[in-house]
C-alpha cells in the first residue's frame, strides 16, 4: 500500500427492497485494498433507473445484503494494493459497473456488479479492482465523470456493440429523454447520424435539439408516434431505435428493413405484448443490452475525449442528502443525471 486511509469512513448502505427510506449512513473503518485492489475516494456519483430498481427490490440481478449501493461513481486513487500495476495515487479514475467483463460478450461469469453483488460507490472510500478502473477523460469534472458508466456506456453499446454499428448517414431513433436517451442523442450525432428524438414534454423539445436532435417527436401529442417518425423519414423508416421506454411495438413500427432495436429496458416498467410479426415484416433484429465492457468504456472515452462532449448534469446533490437526490430523481423527470457530491 502506498498511502495512508484515513482512520474512517461513511457510506450509505441499505437492503434491497427497503426503499428510498431505508437508506442508513454510518462510519465505519476503511477496508484496506487486497492483491490487485485500489482504494479510491469518491468525490461523485450518478443516479440511474437501476438505482432505484435496486432499492425497490425488482433488480434482475442479485443484490447482497446490506450492500453499499450505485454503481456509478468517480474520484482519485489514494492507495494501491500488492501487485497494482495500471494505476497510481494521485489518478483520477471512474470504474466498470462489471468488475469483471473486460470485452467480448457478456457471460455468466462477468455478472457481480458494483451496486448490488458487490459493494458500489455510494461511499467516501471505494474500495476496487484494478481491473475495473477506467480513467477519466481530462477535460471532464468528477461529477460529469460520474455519469458515465451506466448511462454512457449503455448508449455507445447501443449505437455500436453489434458489429459494424451506426455509419454516417444512418438514422436513429432514440425515446424518451432520460440519461441513456440523451447520451444516445449526443453520441449518434458525433458518429455521423440523423437523429430523431421522442419526448412527452414540450418544455424539452428544444432542449433535444441544442443536444443535437435533428427532428423531435412529441408522443403525448401524437400518440402513435412512429407514424410521425415515417413521415419526417419519407416512409422509410430508421435504422436503428435505441428503446429506454419498452415500446417495441412502436419501435418496429418505426424500423426501415433491416433495422435494429436497441432494447435498453422499460423506465415505466410496464412490458406491452409484442407482436413476432411486427419483427418478420422488417426483418429487424433486437438486441437487449447490459451496460457494456471496459474495452466499450475506453472506446467510449476515446470519442469523449476527442470531441469534448458533455455530459448534461440536472442537479446536485450534497453527500448528506442522498436520500433527497433519491427522491428528487424518482418523482421528477431530469433532464440529464442526477449527481451526488461527497467532499
Known amino acids: 500500500m502506498t498511502a495512508t486511509l484515513p482512520p474512517s469512513v461513511r457510506s450509505y448502505h441499505v437492503n434491497s427492497g427497503d426503499g428510498i427510506d431505508g437508506l442508513s449512513l454510518r462510519c465505519h473503518e476503511p477496508r484496506t485494498p487486497g492483491i490487485g485492489e485500489v482504494a479510491v475516494a469518491v468525490h461523485a456519483v450518478s443516479l440511474s433507473f437501476r438505482e432505484l430498481l435496486v432499492l425497490r427490490g425488482q433488480y434482475v440481478l442479485p443484490v447482497k445484503p446490506d450492500v453499499i449501493p450505485v454503481s456509478d461513481g468517480a474520484g482519485q486513487v489514494i492507495a494501491l494494493g500488492p501487485g497494482v500495476q495500471r494505476v497510481r495515487p494521485g489518478d483520477r479514475v471512474t470504474a466498470t459497473l462489471f468488475p469483471q467483463w473486460l470485452d467480448g460478450p457478456l ?3 462477468y455478472l457481480p456488479q458494483l451496486g448490488g453483488s458487490l459493494d458500489g460507490m455510494l461511499t467516501e472510500l471505494a474500495v476496487l479492482p484494478e481491473q475495473a478502473l477506467v480513467p477519466i477523460p481530462e477535460r471532464l469534472s468528477y461529477a460529469e465523470a460520474a455519469t458515465l458508466p451506466c448511462a454512457a456506456v449503455t448508449a455507445w453499446n447501443a449505437l455500436t456493440g453489434d458489429g459494424p454499428g451506426i455509419q454516417p448517414g444512418h438514422t436513429v431513433l432514440t425515446t424518451g429523454s432520460g440519461g441513456v436517451s440523451l447520451f444516445a442523442v449526443q453520441l449518434a450525432k458525433l458518429l455521423g447520424a440523423r437523429v430523431i428524438a421522442t419526448t412527452g414534454q414540450a418544455e ?21 408516434w412512429h407514424t410521425a417518425v415515417r413521415d419526417v423519414t419519407g416512409g422509410r423508416g430508421v435504422d436503428r431505435v435505441v428503446d429506454t421506454a419498452g415500446t417495441l411495438g412502436q419501435s418496429l413500427r418505426s424500423l426501415a ?14 412490458w406491452p405484448p409484442l407482436d413476432p410479426r411486427l419483427v418478420f415484416g422488417v426483418a429487424a433484429t433486437i438486441r437487449a443490452l447490459a451496460v457494456g465492457s471496459y474495452a466499450q468504456f475506453t ?45
Not at 424539452?204 to 402513435?224: H, M
Open 107 to 109: 457471460q455468466q461469469s
Open 204 to 224: 424539452k423539445e428544444q432542449r433535444l435539439r441544442d443536444l443535437g436532435a435533428d427532428e423531435v417527436v412529441n408522443y403525448r401529442a401524437v400518440p402513435d
Open 257 to 270: 428493413i433491416n433495422g435494429h432495436v436497441a432494447f435498453v429496458g422499460s423506465l415505466s416498467g410496464d
Open 299 to 343: 472506446q467510449l472515452n476515446e470519442i469523449i475525449a476527442a470531441h469534448q462532449l458533455r455530459p448534461v448534469i440536472d442537479r446536485v446533490f450534497p453527500f448528506q442528502e442522498a436520500a433527497a437526490a433519491f427522491r428528487y430523481y424518482e418523482s421528477t423527470s431530469p433532464f440529464g443525471k442526477v449527481i451526488i457530491e461527497i467532499r
